[in-house]
């Protein structure tokens, strides 16, 4: 079992930054992958970003390219979202996931059921 705890959500103007912290738990968490999806009210959960279990390899939402950035530090077991030049848009819970699985297995990473872990979520909220 792995268990994963969200951190740094909070209230944000747009144009502003935060900085999202994920904790990991459990069994050897840096053999996992692990990713970041955000869910709006009455919308799916959607891809925001990946990281690779060494975290050479990263992956991003079209939506955030260029102005969100996910970063992991082992030692620490915790990944880490910088968020840059928010929107109203990116308003939404957030949650943190791991897996196993490589990254173009089925299903591929950026779907929901990639992941076999996932934390509880951390309110994002962007005012404009």
């Known amino acids: 079992q792995v268990q994963l705890v969200e951190s740094g959500g909070g209230l944000v103007q747009a144009g502003g930054s935060l900085r999202l912290s994920c904790a990991a738990s459990?069994?050897?968490?840096?053999?996992?992958?692990m990713a970041w999806f955000r869910q709006a009210p009455g919308k799916e959960r959607e891809f925001v970003a990946r990281?690779?279990?060494?975290?050479?390899?990263?992956y991003y939402g079209d939506s955030v390219k260029g102005r969100f950035t996910i970063s992991r530090d082992t030692a620490k077991n915790t990944v880490y979202l910088q968020m840059n030049s928010l929107k109203p848009e990116d308003t939404a819970v957030y949650y943190c996931a791991a897996t196993t699985r490589a990254a173009y297995s089925t299903p591929n990473y950026s779907r929901t059921d990639h992941y076999f872990y996932w934390g509880q979520g951390t309110q994002v909220t962007v005012s404009s």
């Open positions: 990281i690779s279990r060494e975290g050479t390899v990263t």
């Open positions: 459990g069994r050897t968490t840096s053999t996992y992958a």
